[in-house]
């Protein structure tokens, strides 16, 4: 029997047992990605071409939920 980790993995799992975990303080965004977050949250943007900004920006998802948690 063998176990095998990715490097990524073993630093996720590291971080996270630190409490450092990168995805719970997402980056700040930019001016324009702070644009189209607060479009989305509006309504304006379908959450067809929003899959798409988010699977080109994961820290818009990231963004989102936050705002979503704390309102």
Do not use: K
């Amino acid at each position: 029997m063998s176990i095998h980790f990715t490097v990524s993995e073993l630093t996720r799992n590291l971080f996270h047992s630190l409490g450092l975990d990168h995805e719970r303080a997402p980056r700040p965004l930019n001016p324009e990605e702070s644009l189209l977050l607060e479009c989305y949250l509006a309504g304006q943007i379908p959450e067809s071409a929003w899959s798409d900004y988010v699977f080109e920006t994961p820290d818009l998802a990231r963004h989102a939920e936050a705002r979503r948690l704390s309102h």
